[in-house]
Each structure stands twice: as structure tokens, then as C-alpha cells.
């Protein structure tokens, strides 16, 4: 984007700046109210972080528009994971076009620690505004105008929150555009350490730490670079860049990228793009040095903000001093008292997550069933108004019924990212982490991992979205790939109709029913296994490196309606967009699968078709109470056996409906679907499946439930069947095996509620998973280890039952 | 004696970070360098996480954790 461009008035036009600052500094927030309406999301290469940027616009100024760029919160540059990388290499603009200013932002209450950052920022002199945010919660503002005399770099105070001190910070960083500041201070590093950094900053590596815009051989003009630092330490060299073709680089520069390399390289660390000579002589000076380098070096920083910042702080540099306190901390403390409190705070956290539960559970479904009537009646319309055939079923089954299967979330996921806005803005997820972390910890998971395991109770869909509340690439991936274990609302209808049909409604001792036993046992061994798989993947797939956990538990404030909305919308959007193009695409190649080659006797077919259409039409008008799905069967026999009698018009349609029911189950038969499922008959069969219950679960695809209706067509039933059925339920109970058997026992209904239970049988959950990870690999491992997992278990226990002598 | 064990609102003084580099390099980063002077605030209900306070600013960080600070009265 900036070099090789033949237009470098347009990269001069519209300049890059970076957001950068601690966790929990407002960053977001701020974030929004720079760039307003939205943000363009893409990725940041071979991560799964997030990367935002947004459009700044500025009023007379000399560039009207800026990009900003909303980098990972972080404590500090220093880094050791590819995921910390992406900050330094952002500020640097190694693998991409390099900003021309950086904004930190800093909890004007955390100064000394927030501000540490912001020395490792002017070290590697990274043009520099600060702003001063949350002055709101300080009772005695710290010296804005000090501070920026010490760093010499602006900083402006703001409250990020409710928009104060936008227009200052706009025009400061309009100005900083114009003539980049970049401050002067430096560390005060002991004499014997610098000698070893300067001998390291020859390292050609440590100029290739700013990315091929510096290499020798590539050396075009750079735009940026040209803007940037002049007059510090090395008026010399930067003067000379303005003239040579190559972009000079300043000595005090190297020596902070030096230092960079000194603090991040490790033997074991995951940095990518480091020279292998650079790495060698970084870690064969640490080994030379008897001295303790990594202290000496945060020490530095930290003498030096102790000894400067602190000062102009809010707060006393030591807080066993009377700390003043603000009226926001003061009711955070008294809050505190009960939220935080062993009893109260745990019950007060029980009833937010029942809350949560219950609007993903309940509270959406009046907007589901809505969705769902309102997809059925534009289908039954479009049936009513356009000539039967493929096209018309292609419109109807693959794109009308794709796009219901996506918008029939929306209601899930805006409600969560409610939940999850309110919690997170109130500063109540901080605490709930806060509360769980003994919990989790033991399970391998993040505290925060528990609202998005709750809401997979409900759905797996909005539940890993809530993973995004998670700061770390490694617990988000880990709880991604539990979630969809979690027994979801989708294969309730499942469980009930096996339930139903196939256990009896005896009583076990007298009082405990079997059925609801069984339900409840599905339930807790779904929990079992959720938490083992994230005990084994945490240990094997997603290890990462262990990590100090850092929580800040941030002052109760008010959520905006603003910052909510933002978030519920733009999450929807998302996944309206990215998730929900493949979620539609699956939905129509699995239409085809099932639909496809259509039986040779197609006119025939349609003949059937159209004259049972006809029919039921008059049947309806004929019949007062709506063709009874349940009486079809008994009518049958009972016509078929009086030939003679004359046939009344509700009959005749009730004999054309299961006509055309038993057509239908003959098309699926035929269909590719229908193959596929006889060809993995083999494979299923020691599961206790035959082919027909392989046709539902490729249909089972489209979403669990399907399932249930799917196998209503396999056994010509109809395609209205649901889980109350019963007359699928008495077809199952009847279904006989070649030799006689009955294909369903209890122990094949174990068998296949276990494989559902277990199974990745949602491509929606992929879809979603691909978006949140921007790659095909997670989707495609989380797929395999689950219907693995599934088969395995489905196996062990048809086969051992077996043994042990169940049918 | 290490930040793990000492009683709430004591005044202390870090006299040294041990642990794994990564770990005992992000903990100083976070403030925790030799000669700082921490207190523990609060710890959690279940026992875990502990929340410090030190140069004004506050964090929580596992009582694991806390174990690789050695500490002093001050």
C-alpha cells in the first residue's frame, strides 16, 4: 500500500495511525468514537486476532482523512508469542505499511504502568501522542502539561466514554500528522549494558527488524519515512534520508530495536521473521553476561517512571500512603463488598448466568419461531405463485431455506452480545473471571471461558462469538473447540424423539422416571465430556505457553446504549456476512445432495406431485380440522381394506398424501444423499445405524434437528414430522432389520443420542468457527476430532452392550 | 517469604522475581521489579487470584504466580 505506489500524494492523503495501550484502558472505546459509523475487520496474518481499522476524518487540516488502526491491548512491546508480536511489528510497520503515528492511550489512575509502553514506544521513536484517558475517575487529574514537557510528546486529556476531549485529541492529531513528535527520554541503562546493546545494533538483523522497506536491496522511496523522526539523536542521518534513496535508520533506533531483541529473543520463543544469526548472537550475549539483563532493562524503565512520572501522577507513587479515592472507585469498593463476597457474590453470579441462560434459551424463541414462520410462509408462497419444478424447489428448499438457516440466530446472537456488552462494559466480567478462575484454572480454561459455555447450553453459534471476550488467541481456540460439546437446544427434538420412542415411560424404584433419567444423564455426560476435551486439547493441541494470568478488576461504570448497539450490530453483520455466505452455500449443495439425480419416472413424479397438491387442496376446504398427520396410517388400512366403498374426498387425499409421502421416500432413496447413506452403511453399521439413518445424518448437516424430519421423509411419513410424532415414532419402533430385528433398541437409541451428542453435525458451528479463526484448519480439525470422538464412543458402547447382552 | 503468603494490606517489598524467563519477565513488566513496594488487596473467594497493588495501579495475578515474587516487610 505505501511504497511501490505510483501515487504517493494519495499514501501522503490518507496516513495510517496506531491505537495502542494497555487492556482495559478504554481503548475501544475510543476506537469507536474516532471513527464512528465502521470499521473495516480483516485478520492479521497467520493469527486468529482481529484486526480493525477505521476511518478518522479531520476538518481542515492538511489530510482530511486518517486510517486508524486498533492494535491488541498489551502491557508491553517485549514478545515471545506470534501473538505479541503483532503489536511491535504494527508500531513498526515491518510486514505492513508502517504508521505514521502511534496514539496510546493510557487510565489517567494507572499512569505509571500504562506509561511504560509508552517509553518502549518513544525508545524505538515511534511518532507519539498520548491520550490521558478516564479523567472522570481521578480526583486529582495528573499534569497533563508536565508530563508532555518529560516525554515531549502531546498528551491530551479525554474521556473516552462520553466523547469529552475528542475535538483537542482530533486536532493534536492532525498537528502530530503534520510534524511528528517524537520524544526524547531514555532509560536510565547501566553504562555496561548499553556497551553490549550498541555492539548488537550492527546486527544487519536488527534493521530487518523494520521489514523489507529497509533492506538494501529493496530501497524506494518511503513517504513515511520521510515524515518521520527528525532532530534526535541523529539529525545527520535522518537529513540524509530525505535525500538518499535508501531510508536511513537513527543509531538510538537501532539501539532500542537492539534491546527489542534482547528482551523478546528466547530459546523457545515463537517470534517469526527474526534472522538466524540475530537470534544466535542475542542469545550468546545473554549467555556471556553474568549480570541479569531482562531486570536491568525493566528496571531502567521502571526507576525512570518512578522517579518522573510519578510525581505527576493522580496517585502517590506508593500506595501505602492515604490513596484519595474518586466517588466512581469509592462505589466500586462498596459493590465490591458483594459481588466480590463468598456467598452473596457467587449467588449474585448464579443469577446473571440464569439470566443469560434463560434469554438464549427462551427469551429468543418467540423471534425463532417468527423467523421460522416467516421463512415457511414466503416458501409456501413462492410454491403457491411459481410453477412446480427444480427451479422453483432450488428457490424454495436451497435458497429460502439456506437463508432462514442463517437469520434464525440473529435473535441468539444479538441477545448474547446484549448480555455480554452489559457485562463487560458494566465491568462485572471482569469480576465473574475474577470469581470462576480457581474453577477454571483446574479445567485449563480462561475465567472468562464460562459465559461462552454457557450459552452453548443454547446454541454453539453466538457462544463462540463470546469467545472474543477473551484476550488470548490460545484460550479462545481452546474454548472454541469445547463449546460445540455442549449439549445445544438443536438436538433436544433429537433426544426426544429417541427418548420417546424408545425407552419406556416406567418408573424407575417407583418414582424416578426413565425417560427424564436418560435426558438429564445426556445432559451431564455432554458437561463430562466438554470438560475433558478441554483438559486433553489443553494439554495436547492448544497447549500455548504458560502465562502469568493478569486480571484488572475496573471501576462499575454506566454501559452506553451507543457501545452496545455498536457491538450487537456489528457482530450480527459479521456473521450475517462471513458466516453466513457459507452457512447458505452448504445449505443449497446439501438441497442438491438430497434432491439429486431425480427419479427417471420425473414426469411421472410431477404428475403424482401435482394431482396429491390438488387434492390436498381440496381436502383442506373439505376437511374441518387440518390434514391430521397422525390418522394418515389408520386411514390407509382402512381404505385399502374396503376397495368398494365409495371414497369420500378426505380419504382420497389422505390415500394421494401418502402416495406422494411414499414418492418422496423413494426420491430421497434415489437421491446422492440417499447412495451416500447406503454407501457408509458399512461404516455405521457397528454403530447399530443402517442407511437410513445414515440419509439423516448427512441431513442432520443442515442443523440437528433436521434430523427429525429427515428421517419423517426416509420413512414416508412426510416432511411436517417432528419430535412429538407419532406416527415416526411407531415406524421406528417397527422398523425391522433384514434378519428380523428391530433396528431400534434402546441400545441403538444410546448409541446414535451419543454419536449426536458428540458429533460436529452443525455446519453452521464450522461456518462460524472458520470466520472466528479465518482459516479452514480449525473448522477442519474440530470436525474431525469430534465425529471421531463420536464414532468411538458410539462404537464402545453398541458393541459392548452387545457383549454384554442388550439387544 | 514469598507475595503468595503474606497477610493482606501489608505493605511489602518485592526483593526478587524467580520463575520461568517469560514469566518472571512479564510480571516485572507489569511493575513487579526488586525494590517495589506491594500490597495484597483482596484475594478471591475461592482462594485465587490475588489482587495487588503497587505505584498506584492495581492487577490480579494467580497466587502460582505470585509464589515466583519474593517479598519483605518493609
Given at each position: 500500500?505505501?511504497?511501490?505506489?505510483?501515487?504517493?500524494?494519495?499514501?501522503?492523503?490518507?496516513?495510517?495511525?496506531?491505537?495502542?495501550?494497555?487492556?482495559?484502558?478504554?481503548?475501544?472505546?475510543?476506537?469507536?468514537?474516532?471513527?464512528?459509523?465502521?470499521?473495516?475487520?480483516?485478520?492479521?496474518?497467520?493469527?486468529?486476532?482481529?484486526?480493525?481499522?477505521?476511518?478518522?476524518?479531520?476538518?481542515?487540516?492538511?489530510?482530511?482523512?486518517?486510517?486508524?488502526?486498533?492494535?491488541?491491548?498489551?502491557?508491553?512491546?517485549?514478545?515471545?508469542?506470534?501473538?505479541?508480536?503483532?503489536?511491535i511489528?504494527?508500531?513498526?510497520?515491518?510486514s505492513?505499511?508502517?504508521?505514521?503515528?502511534?496514539?496510546?492511550?493510557?487510565?489517567?489512575?494507572?499512569?505509571?504502568?500504562?506509561?511504560y509502553?509508552?517509553?518502549?514506544?518513544?525508545?524505538?521513536?515511534?511518532?507519539?501522542?498520548?491520550?490521558?484517558?478516564?479523567?472522570?475517575e481521578?480526583?486529582?487529574?495528573?499534569?497533563?502539561?508536565?508530563?508532555a514537557?518529560?516525554?515531549?510528546?502531546?498528551?491530551?486529556p479525554?474521556?473516552?466514554?462520553?466523547?469529552?476531549?475528542?475535538?483537542?485529541l482530533?486536532?493534536?492529531?492532525?498537528?502530530?500528522l503534520?510534524?511528528?513528535?517524537?520524544?526524547?527520554?531514555?532509560?536510565?541503562?547501566?553504562?555496561?549494558?548499553?556497551?553490549?546493546?550498541?555492539?548488537?545494533?550492527?546486527?544487519?538483523?536488527?534493521?530487518?527488524?523494520?521489514?523489507?522497506?529497509?533492506?538494501?536491496?529493496?530501497?524506494?522511496?518511503?513517504?513515511?519515512?520521510?515524515?518521520?523522526?527528525?532532530?534526535?539523536?541523529?539529525?545527520?542521518?535522518?537529513?540524509?534520508?530525505?535525500?538518499?534513496p535508501?531510508?536511513?535508520?537513527?543509531?538510538?533506533?537501532?539501539?532500542?530495536?537492539?534491546?527489542?531483541?534482547l528482551?523478546?529473543?528466547?530459546?523457545?520463543?515463537?517470534?517469526?521473521?527474526?534472522?538466524?544469526?540475530?537470534?544466535?548472537?542475542?542469545?550468546?550475549?545473554?549467555?556471556?553476561?553474568?549480570?541479569?539483563?531482562?531486570?536491568?532493562?525493566?528496571?531502567?524503565?521502571?526507576?525512570?517512571?518512578?522517579?518522573?512520572?510519578?510525581?505527576?501522577?493522580?496517585?502517590?507513587?506508593?500506595?501505602?500512603?492515604?490513596?484519595?479515592?474518586?466517588?466512581?472507585?469509592?462505589?466500586?469498593?462498596?459493590?465490591?463488598?458483594?459481588a466480590?463476597?463468598?456467598?452473596?457474590?457467587?449467588?449474585?453470579?448464579?443469577?446473571?448466568?440464569?439470566?443469560?441462560?434463560?434469554?438464549?434459551?427462551?427469551?429468543?424463541?418467540?423471534?425463532?419461531?417468527?423467523?421460522?414462520?416467516?421463512?415457511?410462509?414466503?416458501?409456501?408462497?413462492?410454491?403457491?405463485?411459481?410453477?412446480?419444478?427444480?427451479?422453483?424447489?432450488?428457490?424454495?428448499?436451497?435458497?429460502?431455506?439456506?437463508?432462514?438457516?442463517?437469520?434464525?440466530?440473529?435473535?441468539?446472537?444479538?441477545?448474547?452480545?446484549?448480555?455480554?456488552?452489559?457485562?463487560?462494559?458494566?465491568?462485572?466480567?471482569?469480576?465473574?473471571?475474577?470469581?470462576?478462575?480457581?474453577?477454571?484454572?483446574?479445567?485449563?480454561?480462561?475465567?472468562?471461558?464460562?459465559?461462552?459455555?454457557?450459552?452453548?447450553?443454547?446454541?454453539?453459534?453466538?457462544?463462540?462469538?463470546?469467545?472474543?471476550?477473551?484476550?488470548?488467541?490460545?484460550?479462545?481456540?481452546?474454548?472454541?473447540?469445547?463449546?460445540?460439546?455442549?449439549?445445544?437446544?438443536?438436538?433436544?427434538?433429537?433426544?426426544?424423539?429417541?427418548?420417546?420412542?424408545?425407552?419406556p415411560?416406567?418408573?424407575?424404584?417407583?418414582?424416578?422416571?426413565?425417560?427424564?433419567l436418560?435426558?438429564?444423564?445426556?445432559?451431564?455426560?455432554?458437561?463430562?465430556?466438554?470438560?475433558?476435551?478441554?483438559?486433553?486439547?489443553?494439554?495436547?493441541?492448544?497447549?500455548?505457553?504458560?502465562?502469568?494470568?493478569?486480571?484488572?478488576?475496573?471501576?462499575?461504570?454506566?454501559?452506553?446504549?451507543?457501545?452496545?448497539?455498536?457491538?450487537?450490530?456489528?457482530?450480527?453483520?459479521?456473521?450475517?456476512?462471513?458466516?453466513?455466505?457459507?452457512?447458505?452455500?452448504?445449505?443449497?449443495?446439501?438441497?442438491?445432495?438430497?434432491?439429486?439425480?431425480?427419479?427417471?419416472?420425473?414426469?411421472?413424479?410431477?404428475?403424482?406431485?401435482?394431482?396429491?397438491?390438488?387434492?390436498?387442496?381440496?381436502?383442506?376446504?373439505?376437511?374441518?380440522?387440518?390434514?391430521e398427520?397422525?390418522?394418515?396410517?389408520?386411514?390407509?388400512?382402512?381404505?385399502?381394506?374396503?376397495?368398494?366403498?365409495?371414497?369420500?374426498?378426505?380419504?382420497?387425499?389422505?390415500?394421494?398424501?401418502?402416495?406422494?409421502?411414499?414418492?418422496?421416500?423413494?426420491?430421497?432413496?434415489?437421491?446422492?444423499?440417499?447412495?451416500?447413506?447406503?454407501?457408509?452403511?458399512?461404516?455405521?453399521?457397528?454403530?447399530?445405524?443402517?442407511?437410513?439413518?445414515?440419509?439423516?445424518?448427512?441431513?442432520?448437516?443442515?442443523?440437528?434437528?433436521?434430523?427429525?424430519s429427515?428421517?419423517?421423509?426416509?420413512?414416508?411419513?412426510?416432511?411436517?414430522?417432528?419430535?412429538?410424532?407419532?406416527?415416526?415414532?411407531?415406524?421406528?419402533?417397527?422398523?425391522?432389520?433384514?434378519?428380523?430385528?428391530?433396528?431400534?433398541t434402546?441400545?441403538?437409541?444410546?448409541?446414535?443420542?451419543?454419536?449426536?451428542?458428540?458429533?460436529?453435525?452443525?455446519?453452521?458451528?464450522?461456518?462460524?468457527?472458520?470466520?472466528?479463526?479465518?482459516?479452514?484448519?480449525?473448522?477442519?480439525?474440530?470436525?474431525?476430532?469430534?465425529?471421531?470422538?463420536?464414532?468411538?464412543?458410539?462404537?464402545?458402547?453398541?458393541?459392548?452392550?452387545?457383549?454384554?447382552?442388550?439387544? | 517469604?514469598?507475595?503468595?503468603?503474606?497477610?493482606?494490606?501489608?505493605?511489602?517489598?518485592?526483593?526478587?522475581?524467580?520463575?520461568?524467563r517469560?514469566?518472571?519477565?512479564?510480571?516485572?513488566?507489569?511493575?513487579?521489579?526488586?525494590?517495589?513496594?506491594?500490597?495484597?488487596?483482596?484475594?478471591?473467594?475461592?482462594?485465587?487470584?490475588?489482587?495487588?497493588?503497587?505505584?498506584?495501579?492495581?492487577?490480579?495475578?494467580?497466587?502460582?504466580?505470585?509464589?515466583?515474587?519474593?517479598?519483605?516487610?518493609?
Amino acid at each position: 500500500m505505501t511504497d511501490s505506489t505510483p501515487h504517493e500524494d494519495a499514501i501522503v492523503e490518507r496516513p495510517l495511525v496506531a491505537l495502542v495501550g494497555n487492556p482495559n484502558t478504554g481503548k475501544t472505546t475510543l476506537f469507536n468514537r474516532l471513527t464512528g459509523a465502521r470499521a473495516r475487520v480483516g485478520n492479521y496474518p497467520g493469527v486468529t486476532v482481529e484486526r480493525r481499522i477505521g476511518t478518522l476524518t479531520f476538518e481542515d487540516a492538511r489530510f482530511s482523512q486518517a486510517d486508524v488502526l486498533d492494535l491488541p491491548g498489551t502491557y508491553s512491546l517485549t514478545a515471545r508469542s506470534k501473538e505479541e508480536q503483532i503489536a511491535i511489528e504494527s508500531v513498526l510497520g515491518t510486514s505492513s505499511p508502517p504508521p505514521a503515528l502511534a496514539v496510546l492511550v493510557v487510565d489517567a489512575g494507572q499512569l505509571v504502568r500504562n506509561l511504560y509502553l509508552g517509553l518502549q514506544l518513544i525508545e524505538l521513536e515511534v511518532p507519539l501522542v498520548v491520550a490521558l484517558n478516564m479523567m472522570d475517575e481521578v480526583t486529582t487529574p495528573p499534569d497533563a502539561e508536565g508530563l508532555a514537557r518529560l516525554f515531549g510528546v502531546p498528551f491530551v486529556p479525554i474521556v473516552a466514554r462520553r466523547g469529552d476531549g475528542m475535538e483537542a485529541l482530533t486536532k493534536t492529531i492532525a498537528a502530530a500528522l503534520a510534524a511528528p513528535p517524537v520524544g526524547k527520554v531514555r532509560p536510565p541503562y547501566p553504562q555496561a549494558l548499553l556497551a553490549e546493546v550498541e555492539q548488537l545494533a550492527q546486527h544487519s538483523g536488527v534493521l530487518a527488524l523494520l521489514g523489507e522497506r529497509h533492506s538494501p536491496a529493496r530501497a524506494p522511496i518511503d513517504a513515511l519515512d520521510l515524515a518521520s523522526p527528525a532532530g534526535v539523536d541523529s539529525d545527520e542521518a535522518t537529513a540524509s534520508a530525505r535525500v538518499a534513496p535508501c531510508a536511513r535508520v537513527s543509531a538510538a533506533r537501532l539501539r532500542a530495536l537492539a534491546l527489542w531483541a534482547l528482551g523478546s529473543i528466547d530459546e523457545d520463543d515463537e517470534l517469526t521473521g527474526i534472522e538466524p544469526s540475530l537470534r544466535r548472537a542475542c542469545l550468546e550475549l545473554r549467555a556471556a553476561s553474568d549480570r541479569d539483563v531482562d531486570a536491568e532493562i525493566i528496571g531502567a524503565r521502571y526507576r525512570f517512571l518512578d522517579e518522573h512520572v510519578a510525581p505527576l501522577a493522580a496517585t502517590p507513587a506508593t500506595s501505602d500512603a492515604v490513596v484519595e479515592i474518586s466517588e466512581s472507585r469509592r462505589l466500586t469498593e462498596r459493590v465490591d463488598r458483594v459481588a466480590l463476597h463468598p456467598v452473596w457474590g457467587f449467588a449474585l453470579f448464579a443469577l446473571l448466568m440464569l439470566a443469560v441462560f434463560q434469554a438464549l434459551f427462551s427469551w429468543a424463541d418467540p423471534a425463532i419461531t417468527l423467523i421460522e414462520s416467516l421463512f415457511g410462509w414466503l416458501g409456501a408462497s413462492a410454491r403457491a405463485t411459481l410453477p412446480a419444478g427444480i427451479l422453483t424447489d432450488l428457490l424454495v428448499d436451497g435458497v429460502l431455506g439456506g437463508a432462514g438457516n442463517v437469520v434464525v440466530f440473529l435473535p441468539q446472537i444479538l441477545l448474547l452480545f446484549l448480555a455480554l456488552g452489559l457485562l463487560e462494559d458494566s465491568g462485572y466480567m471482569a469480576r465473574a473471571a475474577y470469581l470462576m478462575d480457581r474453577i477454571m484454572k483446574a479445567l485449563g480454561l480462561h475465567g472468562r471461558a464460562f459465559v461462552p459455555l454457557l450459552s452453548g447450553c443454547a446454541c454453539a453459534i453466538p457462544a463462540i462469538m463470546a469467545t472474543r471476550t477473551m484476550e488470548r488467541e490460545r484460550d479462545r481456540l481452546l474454548t472454541m473447540l469445547v463449546v460445540p460439546l455442549m449439549t445445544c437446544s438443536a438436538r433436544l427434538p433429537i433426544y426426544t424423539l429417541i427418548i420417546a420412542a424408545l425407552f419406556p415411560a416406567t418408573q424407575l424404584f417407583g418414582f424416578v422416571p426413565v425417560q427424564g433419567l436418560v435426558m438429564v444423564g445426556m445432559y451431564l455426560l455432554s458437561m463430562l465430556f466438554t470438560l475433558a476435551a478441554a483438559g486433553v486439547l489443553g494439554r495436547t493441541v492448544v497447549r500455548g505457553r504458560r502465562m502469568p494470568l493478569v486480571l484488572e478488576l475496573p471501576p462499575y461504570r454506566l454501559p452506553t446504549l451507543r457501545s452496545l448497539l455498536r457491538q450487537m450490530l456489528g457482530r450480527a453483520g459479521l456473521f450475517l456476512k462471513e458466516a453466513g455466505t457459507v452457512i447458505l452455500a452448504c445449505t443449497i449443495v446439501l438441497w442438491a445432495l438430497l434432491s439429486f439425480p431425480r427419479l427417471e419416472s420425473a414426469r411421472m413424479t410431477q404428475d403424482v406431485a401435482s394431482v396429491a397438491a390438488s387434492s390436498v387442496a381440496i381436502a383442506n376446504v373439505a376437511a374441518s380440522p387440518p390434514n391430521e398427520l397422525a390418522s394418515v396410517p389408520a386411514i390407509a388400512t382402512a381404505t385399502a381394506a374396503l376397495p368398494a366403498s365409495p371414497i369420500c374426498g378426505t380419504l382420497q387425499s389422505a390415500l394421494d398424501e401418502d402416495a406422494r409421502n411414499g414418492e418422496r421416500a423413494r426420491r430421497l432413496e434415489h437421491s446422492y444423499g440417499g447412495r451416500l447413506g447406503k454407501f457408509i452403511e458399512p461404516a455405521i453399521a457397528p454403530l447399530g445405524f443402517d442407511w437410513k439413518i445414515g440419509i439423516g445424518l448427512l441431513g442432520a448437516f443442515a442443523a440437528r434437528e433436521v434430523f427429525v424430519s429427515t428421517m419423517g421423509l426416509v420413512y414416508g411419513i412426510g416432511d411436517g414430522a417432528d419430535e412429538e410424532s407419532l406416527p415416526l415414532r411407531a415406524k421406528l419402533k417397527l422398523e425391522k432389520r433384514a434378519d428380523g430385528e428391530p433396528v431400534y433398541t434402546p441400545l441403538t437409541g444410546l448409541s446414535l443420542m451419543l454419536f449426536f451428542m458428540l458429533a460436529c453435525q452443525c455446519m453452521s458451528t464450522l461456518a462460524v468457527v472458520k470466520r472466528e479463526t479465518r482459516s479452514w484448519r480449525w473448522p477442519a480439525f474440530l470436525f474431525a476430532y469430534m465425529t471421531a470422538l463420536a464414532y468411538l464412543t458410539s462404537l464402545l458402547v453398541y458393541q459392548g452392550g452387545r457383549l454384554l447382552g442388550f439387544a | 517469604m514469598t507475595l503468595a503468603d503474606v497477610a493482606l494490606k501489608q505493605p511489602m517489598t518485592v526483593v526478587a522475581v524467580g520463575g520461568e524467563r517469560g514469566l518472571r519477565r512479564r510480571l516485572m513488566e507489569l511493575g513487579l521489579v526488586p525494590g517495589t513496594t506491594v500490597t495484597v488487596e483482596r484475594v478471591a473467594p475461592l482462594g485465587d487470584p490475588l489482587e495487588l497493588r503497587a505505584r498506584g495501579c492495581t492487577l490480579s495475578i494467580r497466587s502460582s504466580d505470585a509464589r515466583a515474587i519474593a517479598v519483605a516487610p518493609c
